[in-house]
């Protein structure tokens, strides 16, 4: 059990910091005889890449992995993955003005009270660098997967705009830079973005996650359940400060009778009436689709000044320039989608284990 | 790693069916030299425990926990601790009747496409009369923790009744029967309860467990966050459909500037002027409040007849009596403050280990 | 991760005393729908149960075994198997003899300077009491295991005085005190018994433990080794000193010609020439029979006065008068069979989950 | 859990095959401020790396570690090192000649059985490269211990020829090619290995590592004990068929009395007047000398031709020539040493962990 692991079966082990050489993992416990290649995993790594848009952060990293083992002629051995890809765009000067300073909604201050010391450039290892390995992992996950599981994320509020979701469409996501299904909010969304930038602030984002396709019985009864291990999964992304699963937090507005999904055979098969219960009930999966929101706090590298102290325990102000996502938001749906992916890998082979 | 386990250092091993002879857990880890025994557990049970009130199940369990092993005169030895709560109030034949029916909202359904077979008496494995145990457990992770921690739960919301923030008071959460911390929204609240079970219905809630005097530096970067072992943790109580830290999904509606907690030093030490954050940055522990939320469902165990399926394949409907609360999220308290205190005495210990 | 916990998958975690109330244990990820009651755990219990002949302790224990959970109408379902012996022959007053002095062999020093202090009664948790648990773990492992595979023990060795492996004969171990598949030898082993005990001494011994029938494929490449497995599985047992998988340590005295097993089709199958491997290459089983020894000290209780010291640091003698077996590794072998049960049935479930 | 990591707290995942570009691993839970860098574990891997002498193979491997992550300035900062070191002197071609051969011996065959397919080129995962990885941990683990504490290993059988005892000299071992501790049987190891290797056949040896100045409280009680995890440690080392801990299998033939160590105060603390305990008492250290040695069988890649199958089940005859240590013991000495840091670090943590 480690820290920087995640998974019990398909396990990831991830490593590196913003401004070191390189940044990697270790994916043990994939199946034998997958088709893997890095070709596959890149398409992913190029949906989260900084600098699609003027909205992300303008650091040119190409992000292109290599696959160091566990793959022989284009196909997966059952040996660990070791993937690396290594650092390009790196200004680490431009973080000396901040190393003797608390960056405010950072992991400066608690790293330093925790280990004594840190790597102060870029956020060290802290930085939402990480999750490139998040989706290279979550790319080998979706070869784990059946093909009929599609696994889909979108930008469903952003600021305090929230879609409207008669005008989903899965389609539109791919034609605005938002990850966003509702064509007609996406162009307020733009406006509210240009506008925080330009006054040096930054805005907060909910990120939807839907599989679709899952078997019904993947999880487990009590704490291996299958919600509990995405409330971490996505909990565990940088900047995420609430998780919810099917209504969610609206669930607690409900009464007993509303939202319990009602049930009827259609065709021979169970099937369910509404999807409160976001595709998982007791910690397992009903067969309809897992659907999962997460929410992500404002950037907080923002030009504005804020009080902050120093390391030495003085009052100070820190203005933060560097290059920064205005809304990390937008780039973590490529990495809510690989942890769904993760997850679901690792259930799996977990339940195939236990029940054949 | 098993899953009906929790925890790295300070672990919890939880096993029984709400039916059976007995439920039980293994606490592993624990410290040696620990003041322990019955009277410091049970009454940790007590508030956890059904018909205290008219507005939880009248199913009379006295719940009197027993410990088997890990204590030797008075104190733990360092040895796994046994605890074990025999059942006494089985009323099996209550659920006969729905031997042959999947109840909506319930995990009947997916554990029997998992298993193949079920224990469905009281919802066997999936009965909330498991977290009888994490109670215990918790219970016991309070001895770990220094006596400066104080961890505390209250139910903020029931049905769409928010109390009001301004009213808070943790003394008022001992004087109604719903932990309530505004005295004028309990009484609104018996209303709307007493309203749910007359018309066979029932009602969700929204708990909060807040933990104070928490040292800066627990937690850990990536996947060991602390709170994405939070998350794990209230997702993993039956119902919860929702966890937020802090300013939690409201923190998506905020600008940068308004959501990084500013920093200011006090008498030679570090505070914040306000906590968005919920007391973690960047996974670890700022030394402010822990403060999280989860949503509570409405139980699904209503006498309002719902439609349904038979395990044969037949549609039909349900109408479930047996003893049930009509808002679980009351009991759910005690058991949202336990996963606290189990969370941070496992992340205390993994600190020492790590940092000394 | 826990230091009561074995196993990945199938996951046994044992809990007690010698003398406390009861023993028991949770056996996790048990696959679903496997027939099981106690009559089938409690033959392999009354295989290792003290008091069967006057070589073993002469401590009454009927070592009576409850099911406390995951079984309904006579099958597993899949949820945790909670275990349970009381003890019933406690007679804790032998030990206050020895309350304050350090027995050489025993547990007794190096726990009271780990933990501070310790349960002395029969040696607390160190007591050779905890293997009955693993003894039942084990007869719900052989339920996973195919009946194809035949798991047996032997002792091989007691003292110097080995068997003669032409006169192997397992329905011979039924036959004598010893598990001893040489008729011969185990006349001598009497004597050689009664000898030990009659001058207040003990005597050591080697269990041999073979698995027939074992798939080709269970084990993993590098730190997942079954062998590495077994070696922990064996050495966790107490009073083991030693374990080796088929040629062993006389492998060290071998040419590489004459320890590589030769390997030639026969019947449309791959066979070995021979079986220096003892049933496993790189980690993975080969379909041959696994073969393991283990080496088992001495009794440490004994009679005969020994020098040691007190908790307060004085020098003293002791004599260690209780009930003790003149030679613990005869009883040992029906934990070595459940050990090794254990580890296949968890190395199963790991392959099946790997590679379907 | 993974079956490439290793370890609970201090935990080390590895990757790499031995022809892929690279080999690597990951090393988590190391405690912040250690002073770290490549010149700390070079020597390490110099000591185990081929070719410093004609009694090892001959693949040009200078093994130059770098580290990629989890130092900043110097020193460690708690979060994972990643280390790689890039394999350079690799003659893939050497081995088509077996690519459809199972060599006796090796994993070939139940890499192929149990995953379908497999990187044949120089063993693949199965190569006794990975064992660098553990070296370079094992150094990273050396940091944690205190310098108190120090591990050594020696040869001390090579073949059927054992070392006198008498003659120990740690000195002596860094003087001949064998880290033999005995100066006069060295001489006759050459002459052994020499003609061994003249006659196309190879040999086995026994390792012995001790630690010394182990605190006495290290390891835990049941399945966590300090032997059973170096059981483990040593055995999953490649070529490695045993496993002993202090008297070991000796222990087997020795009374009760000669067996179990006396104690005595001396200076005011507790001493022993023996160690055939190996340093380990109910698994838990003593603070005597930790001993442990481990037998490695000849090395399977051999010129004399053995019989053996075809990958499309004909039988055939394989003789295997690319470049091969005539004793593989030798070079397993510095990864026994490598193990025992890796299990005492982790052992250490995790006794600060749960004792303070």
Excluded at 79 to 91: H, K, S
Excluded at 267 to 287: C, D, E, P, R, Y
Aim: proline residues 4%; charged residues 25%; positive net charge.
């Amino acid at each position: 059990m480690s820290d920087n692991s995640f998974g019990m079966l398909f396990r990831v082990t991830t490593w590196g910091e913003s401004h070191g050489p390189a940044i990697g993992c270790v994916v043990d416990g994939t199946p034998p005889g997958l088709a893997l290649d890095e070709a596959w995993i890149q398409p992913f790594l190029d949906a989260r890449r900084p600098g699609r848009s003027r909205f992300t952060t303008q650091r040119k990293e190409p992000d292109r992995v290599r696959i160091l083992s566990g793959v022989f002629e284009g196909r997966t051995t059952g040996t660990p993955i070791g993937l690396m890809i290594e650092n390009q765009d790196v200004r680490s000067k431009d973080y000396t003005a901040i190393k003797d300073k608390f960056r405010p909604g950072h992991a400066d201050y608690t790293y330093r009270a925790k280990y004594g010391l840190r790597d102060y450039r870029g956020g060290g290892r802290s930085s939402a660098r990480e999750t490139a390995m998040r989706v290279a992992a979550g790319a080998i996950a979706r070869r784990i997967l059946s093909q009929r599981i599609k696994i889909r994320g979108a930008v469903v509020q952003m600021g305090d705009h929230e879609i409207t979701r008669s005008r989903w469409s899965w389609a539109e996501t791919a034609r605005n830079p938002f990850w966003c299904p509702d064509a007609k909010v996406s162009v307020e969304w733009e406006a509210l973005l240009d506008a925080a930038r330009k006054r040096g602030s930054s805005i907060g984002a909910v990120i939807e996650v839907v599989a679709s396709g899952v078997p019904v019985g993947l999880g487990a009864p009590v704490y291996g359940k299958l919600d509990a291990e995405l409330a971490a999964a996505f909990m565990s992304i940088n900047a995420v400060k609430g998780v919810e699963i099917g209504a969610g937090f609206g669930a607690a507005a409900l009464s007993g009778n509303e939202n319990a999904d009602e049930m009827r055979m259609k065709m021979g098969k169970v099937t369910f009436l509404s999807n409160n219960a976001g595709g998982i009930l007791g910690g397992i999966s009903t067969g309809q689709d897992v659907v999962a929101r997460f929410a992500v706090k404002p950037t907080s590298s923002i030009v504005e000044p804020r009080k902050t102290v120093t390391t030495g325990g003085r009052n100070t102000e820190i203005s933060t320039k560097g290059r920064h996502d205005p809304c990390v938001g937008i780039r973590a749906v490529p990495v809510g989608e690989a942890m769904m992916a993760c997850v679901l890998a690792d259930q799996l082979l977990r339940h195939r284990a236990q029940c054949g």
